[in-house]
């Protein structure tokens, strides 16, 4: 098993560098959505391309508004990168609607990405704060139309909650929620813990249908966390890009995002940012 603990290949100058997509929505911000993606592509070393589906109002204290991109705007965008420059991993934040959903789906099958390029659905569906990022009626696409043709499904705990009704609150449940967003039809189901804020430890749990991988770290005591799961999918879209098996790209978003959780900073007059200009060797 290869080891992405600690770093990734890296590119060599005037060679193309390994090129993924995000498709989400923009955080006037910059903490979280496709600027913490972008963000987390570059310190890696990879081209990142985006795919815009909203334009959100936000900044630390909440999302005042968000203005939902045209459904045939987002899938000539996923069409224009990849009929041209290429996608070999791609993730999804906030998608806003059924409409967006379904154009996702019917685009990255159009365009012979289902099933040869790996796809990590992160599935947004309120700020850190608690505004809605999803319209509740598009909970029904994202189960049963997206999901199923994800390599990884990395929800938090609300996430959770409300795609398979599980309120995580101890090893066992953790295990349920996983065994339960598998049955959803993706490859891989990560349960991140990071919500679970009674422990000290911040344990993520990985399932692909009969094997369970944890991955543990020390919680790091701030509240400053902003678009933490935004560089935590975005890492692991870098690692998948090169190549690496689930279990081991995983291992090393975790790792990175610890590190971008560690030494975040405040922002504004309310929730700070993860700093995914951390520095730590891609």
């Known amino acids: ?19 993924v997509m995000t498709i989400a929505g923009s955080d006037s911000g910059g903490s979280a959505g496709l600027q913490a993606d972008m963000r987390a592509f570059a310190m890696l070393g990879a081209h990142g391309s985006a795919a815009v589906t909203a334009v959100t109002v936000q900044n630390t204290l909440g999302v005042s508004a968000f203005h939902e991109v045209p459904t045939d705007v987002v899938a000539a965008q996923i069409s224009a990168v990849a009929s041209d420059i290429g996608i070999e991993a791609a993730k999804t934040g906030m998608l806003a609607s059924t409409g967006i959903i379904r154009a996702i789906v019917a685009t990255w099958t159009a365009e012979g990405l289902a099933g040869t390029v790996p796809l990590i659905v992160d599935p947004v569906c309120a700020s850190n704060v608690g505004e809605p990022l999803l319209h509740p009626s598009a909970l029904d696409a994202m189960r049963h ?18 795609l398979v009704g599980i309120d995580v609150t101890d090893d066992d449940s953790q295990r349920d929620a996983a065994r339960a967003l598998h049955a959803l039809g993706p490859q891989w189901a990560l349960v991140k813990g990071g919500h679970l804020r009674t422990s000290r430890i911040s344990s993520d749990l ?3 249908g009969s094997d369970f991988h944890q991955f543990a770290a020390a919680r790091v005591d701030t509240r400053h966390d902003h678009g933490a799961g935004d560089t935590l999918a975005a890492a692991i879209t870098v690692a998948l890009a090169h190549g690496y098996p689930v279990p081991d790209a995983v291992a090393f978003g975790k790792r990175w995002v610890t590190e971008c959780i560690r030494t975040a900073y405040p922002l504004g007059h309310g929730l700070g940012t993860v700093n995914g200009m951390s520095g730590l060797s891609p």
């Open 1 to 19: 098993m290869a080891d992405t603990t600690h770093s990734l290949p890296t590119t060599a100058p005037g060679r193309t560098p390994r090129r």
């Open 145 to 162: 139309e997206l999901i199923p043709m994800a390599t990884l499904v990395t929800p938090n705990l609300d996430e959770v909650r409300l």
């Open 206 to 208: 990985l399932f692909d």
